[in-house]
């Protein structure tokens, strides 16, 4: 199983960016795919997740109304378009397949793609 981002990269704080998550080896729909951030010193914080299957969403507060996830089922791909950048979603992203959107219950993560917004 391998799961590739793609996507980052510098920005100046307001602009956006769009993540990609390609997922191989696994039955997409079976799973989450969750987007995840780390930043320097922090722990690694789930901000979005969707369901395949079903559709579902989640956000956490501090992307919610700036951040969007979506699938594109026929490519395997998820997205994750950020607007609305601040110096504050500076981090590592990751995405990751599991059961659900919590870290614990990731199973396969990417390699990461790095995120840096500018002031």
């Known amino acids: 199983v391998q799961l590739v981002e793609s996507g980052g990269g510098l920005v100046q704080a307001g602009g956006s960016l769009r993540l990609s998550c390609a997922p191989s080896g696994l039955k997409f729909d079976d799973y989450v795919i969750g987007w995840f951030r780390q930043a320097p010193g922090k722990e690694r914080e789930g901000i979005s997740c969707?369901?395949?299957?079903?559709?579902?969403?989640y956000y956490a507060h501090s992307v919610k109304g700036r951040f969007t996830i979506s699938s594109d089922n026929a490519k395997n791909t998820v997205y994750l378009q950020m607007n609305s950048l601040t110096p504050d979603d500076t981090a590592v992203y990751y995405c990751?397949?599991?059961?659900?959107?919590?870290?614990?219950?990731?199973?396969?993560w990417g390699q990461g793609t790095q995120v840096t917004v500018s002031s």
């Open positions: 969707i369901d395949i299957r079903h559709g579902s969403t």
């Open positions: 990751a397949a599991g059961s659900g959107c919590r870290k614990e219950l990731a199973e396969y």
